[in-house]
């Protein structure tokens, strides 16, 4: 993002080095993005690798981070911010991974380079896929991938659950339809039994009676059979797989706490860095790259924001099914139906609770609003920018109006002279006061053009110097104000991914005592 920063704000020191982004990765993830993330290599456009030449005076912190050290103008800052996000962003890269990021979802988990895979039959043969078979040989000799819970990521763990959820539902809703009849036909054989009807009609009523409960007892232990499943699909895969990602974004925020507090400590050196020799006018170029930072913060706002609604939401979501999953399904027949025994808590409830309940107390609305204050300035500086250089425009025309009007004028004065010193062309009745009025009249209308000339030059010149003076201290002040507020930002979301860790790995103690 700062790569823009560079060009877009014309008040670096030095020669500015042509650099174009064309896509810029909103460094907090944990959300989903459209295009994969840019690789360091590729920031400097165009697939070419550009080396920096570092020009960083001083010592800064050791480890991961940022040298910070002197700067000598606002190029070296940049650079360095730059590379800050680079590294950030690379940090992300584990977490996007797991999460399938880079992947347009629509169940394209179950899609690979090969081509299309059908979802559905793919979902059919996980649910009709006889378990017992996985430990002999040469059982499938189709099998790839996808057959190993190993290989499965996080979206074909969800997948396969709400495949055996749906079955469930058919299975629960299948069973209430068929207690409904098998209720009917006990009432019809109790009026039977009353009225005294024929024994042979009564025997037929009892044997669909007993039809029907024994279908039942057997629907219902093929519903125990999936709720077994979905269980074991809960605490053997999502929950690992939950854990790895508390784990995965502890990591990545530790590292992003780090290279956004390297950045505060950068962008605070900008204040001792002098301009006086930088460029005092703004070109085209750098109006076109300060409007595309500008886009650039918009996305980062509004990707930040995204962040942290989806995971809300997806917590939230998963606390909601599994108070639904824990409650048991009863049946209201006499015949108790063996059902496998319950875990009243797993593991998984503990992480959800507690991740939903540090989640809703994360205070993210001041690194909202740092970004979005940083956007309304650089929105600030793009008006102020296009009316520079529509001030300059302005200045363009005079001249040209000037040059045209001072051609006129000694075209028109070349040849009033011949006319003057040639005998004959001059009307002799014509004072030549009025010729000399024809001089000034004409000598006026350049010098209006001239006045208007230097009037918008004036007004140009001072917003050159107002837009200049307007850039730095916005950098100046903002910037560490937005750094400040990410830093602090990225330490909560490590902190409480750092607790939710430590709550997994007790639970994980607790298991092998108990």
Same mark, same amino acid.
Request: aromatic residues 6%; contains cysteine; glycine residues 4%.
């Given at each position: ?271 001792? $860095?002098?301009? /006086?020799?930088?460029? *005092?006018?703004? %070109?085209?170029?750098?109006? +076109? !790259?300060?409007?595309?930072?500008? &886009? ?32 048991? $399904?009863?049946? /209201?027949?006499?015949? *108790?139906?063996? %059902?496998?025994?319950?875990? +009243? !808590?797993?593991?998984?409830?503990? &992480? ?39 001030? *300059? ?122």
């Amino acid at each position: 993002m700062v790569v823009v920063m560079q060009v877009g704000l014309r008040v670096v020191g030095g020669t500015s080095r042509n650099r174009k982004v064309e896509n810029v990765e909103a460094v907090e993830t944990g959300k989903v993005v459209e295009k994969p993330p840019l690789q360091p290599q590729q920031v400097a456009g165009a697939g070419k690798i550009v080396k920096r030449s570092k020009q960083v005076v001083g010592v800064g912190t050791g480890g991961e981070g940022k040298r910070v050290g002197k700067y000598g103008n606002l190029l070296q800052v940049f650079n360095d911010l730059d590379d800050c996000f680079l590294k950030a962003s690379e940090r992300a890269h584990e977490v996007s991974k797991m999460l399938e990021a880079a992947r347009l979802h629509y169940h394209s988990n179950f899609a690979d380079n090969r081509g299309h895979i059908d979802h559905s039959a793919r979902v059919l043969r996980v649910i009709t896929w006889n378990r017992s078979f996985r430990g002999l040989p040469n059982a499938d000799e189709g099998k790839d991938d996808f057959d190993s819970e190993e290989n499965e990521t996080h979206a074909t763990v969800l997948d396969k659950l709400l495949a055996w959820e749906k079955k469930l539902y058919d299975e629960v809703k299948a069973g209430e339809l068929m207690k409904f009849e098998y209720n009917r036909k006990v009432t019809l054989l109790s009026k039977q039994k009353k009225r005294g009807t024929n024994p042979e009609a009564l025997e037929k009523t009892k044997a669909a009676v007993s039809h029907l409960h024994t279908r039942y007892i057997v629907d219902m232990q093929s519903l125990d059979s999936t709720v077994s499943e979905i269980n074991r699909l809960r605490d053997d895969q999502l929950y690992p797989k939950l854990v790895a990602l508390v784990d995965a974004m502890a990591a990545m925020w530790e590292a992003m706490d780090l290279h956004h507090s390297d950045q505060l400590k950068i962008a605070a050196q900008m204040k001792g $860095i002098d301009i /006086s020799q930088s460029t *005092k006018e703004t %070109s085209e170029h750098h109006r +076109q !790259r300060t409007f595309q930072l500008w &886009l650039v913060v918009q996305e980062w706002h509004t990707q930040l924001e995204k962040m942290v609604s989806h995971q809300k939401e997806y917590i939230r979501a998963l606390n909601s099914w599994l108070k639904l999953n824990l409650i048991p $399904i009863e049946s /209201s027949l006499k015949e *108790k139906v063996s %059902s496998p025994p319950r875990v +009243q !808590r797993p593991p998984i409830q503990a &992480l959800l609770v507690t991740w939903h309940t540090l989640l809703e107390k994360l205070p993210a609305e001041h690194a909202k609003s740092a970004i979005y204050s940083f956007e309304a300035i650089l929105h600030t500086l793009v008006q102020q920018q296009e009316d520079e250089l529509k001030l *300059k425009a302005r200045c363009e025309e005079s001249r040209k109006d000037l040059l045209r009007k001072k051609r006129q004028y000694d075209d028109w004065y070349n040849k009033y002279m011949q006319r003057r010193t040639t005998p004959g062309e001059m009307d002799p009745d014509r004072p030549e006061d009025m010729g000399d009025a024809d001089i000034v009249a004409k000598r006026f209308v350049v010098e209006t053009a001239e006045k208007k000339l230097e009037e918008d030059e004036e007004t140009y010149s001072k917003q050159c110097v107002h837009v200049r003076e307007k850039s730095l201290v916005s950098l100046k002040t903002r910037m560490p104000e937005l750094f400040h507020a990410m830093a602090e930002f990225a330490q909560e979301c490590s902190r409480m991914y750092r607790e939710l860790s430590a709550t997994s790995k007790a639970q994980k103690r607790t298991e092998i005592s108990s």
